[in-house]
């Protein structure tokens, strides 16, 4: 379809040995292990392409190869070229799992040509990115233009693009997961779910017949789960276990085995810990009185204590700032292209530390300073922060004094 050939090796996970193939031999046991259960899948469906005698040897012996399913990005531009030249006329909508896919796939389209002067409106959507640039994904675009939306799953459900005719599925997406191993929650690519998948498929076509690409074999799709794995068996337990404990449902493990998803033992055993440590509960499960505060307060527990010893220390306000910013998101949206000025500037209101924590301290201060002088739009756009997402920091900031008011650790808030 596009006679993309990729190059040998290209999307090597295994640094120095980029371009060759790596000895078994060599490789780590995990890593061993891995590429016998691909090729476990994967032999039975490459047997019957090759029965099928459509595909050439080199298509089959690249599929044979577990680099086949990375996310190739010389891949995508093709397919995207591809539909253009091709294909009737309507917006093109590319689903990646993350910002670093976004932006290096938007460079290469403009590195390929593919700019608004020659014909085409590249739309990245991302929550780094500001709102303004991203509102133009609802317009229409004038005829003989190719609009190209780039994006996460927030365009799988949050939003409709009524133009999308040609979608395109990578099939990988980030989640958050808590690595029981390891005792933190990571986020991690992996593979989405055949509803996922399906989900996507419905975004081509809205208002008449759409194509979805899925870059992934019909081997890989039938070894996806049918729907995405239930939050209780990946997230972390804290906050249900001080809920049941505040509504007095006995132990927690009996409790919890009832649910219709029960969790990992050794998950309630790490939560039960960490619950322990933070002294929010006894060495018989008993709720303490930091326990019963962080039970009624509306976030995870570690950052629910933060903000009390905040209060009890009186340093409110920083620390208010930087539990806000850990329970909703990221103020500062990075225009493309414009990465190294925005570091610099982001440098600038570290002041010498190495926190991030004190940057959206020190720029939700600023800013909030700046506002009374009619100073914070400038601000926002000097160091590239979101308006909006200051604002929702300013009023979760409210939000807390409250709650901490209304368990009087705080005699006023504003």
């Known amino acids: 379809m596009t006679r993309f050939i990729p190059n040998p090796g290209q999307n090597s996970k295994f640094g120095k040995h980029r371009g060759t193939k790596r000895k078994e031999w060599r490789m ?46 010389d891949l995508l531009t093709e397919l995207i070229k591809y539909i253009d030249r091709s294909q009737g006329e309507g917006a093109i909508l590319v689903f990646l799992p993350g910002w670093d896919k976004i932006s290096a796939l938007n460079r290469m389209l403009t590195q390929e040509g593919l700019t608004e002067r020659a014909g085409y409106l590249v739309i990245p959507l991302h929550s780094m990115l500001s709102t303004v640039s991203q509102k133009t994904v ?54 989405v779910s055949l509803a996922n998948a399906r989900q996507r498929r419905g975004r081509a076509g809205r208002v008449r017949d759409g194509v979805c690409y899925h870059l992934f074999t019909r081997a890989r799709e039938q070894m996806l789960e049918s729907y995405p794995i239930p939050e209780m068996l990946r997230t972390r337990l804290e906050e249900v276990i001080l809920q049941a404990k505040m509504l007095q449902l006995g132990d ?51 950052t629910g204590k933060m903000i009390l010893m905040g209060a009890l220390f009186a340093v409110i306000d920083p620390v208010f700032s930087v539990a806000a ?61 979101s308006p909006n997402t200051l604002s929702m920091l300013k009023d979760m900031k409210k939000q807390f004094a409250q709650h901490l008011h209304d368990m009087m650790f705080l005699s006023t808030y504003h």
């Open 325 to 385: 910013s850990l329970s909703f998101k990221d103020a500062f949206v990075v225009p493309i292209e414009e990465e190294k000025v925005f570091f610099r500037k982001k440098k600038e209101l570290a002041m010498g530390t190495k926190s991030d924590h004190l940057v959206l301290a020190e720029a939700l201060t600023r800013w909030e300073a700046e506002n009374e002088t009619n100073g914070g739009w400038r601000f926002t756009k000097e160091y590239y922060l």
């Open 252 to 302: 927690i493990k009996p409790f919890l085995s009832k649910v219709l998803n029960p969790p990992e033992p050794k998950a309630i055993d790490l939560s039960l810990k960490l619950l322990n440590d933070l002294n929010a509960l006894d060495n018989e499960e008993n709720l303490t009185p930091l326990g019963y505060h962080l039970a009624k307060l509306p976030m995870d527990p570690q």
């Open 28 to 73: 780590k046991p995990k890593d061993k292990e891995e590429m016998l259960a691909f090729r476990g899948m994967v032999h039975p469906y490459l047997r019957e392409l090759t029965a099928s005698r459509n595909y050439s040897a080199e298509v089959i012996n690249f599929l044979y190869d577990q680099e086949s399913e990375e996310l190739s990005l």
């Open 138 to 191: 609802f317009n229409r675009p004038p005829r003989g233009v190719r609009k190209i939306v780039i994006a996460t799953n927030i365009a799988e459900t949050s939003i409709t693009i009524d133009d999308v005719v040609f979608v395109v599925d990578c099939g990988k997406i980030k989640m958050k997961n808590f690595d029981l191993n390891l005792n933190v929650t990571t986020l991690k690519e992996e593979w």
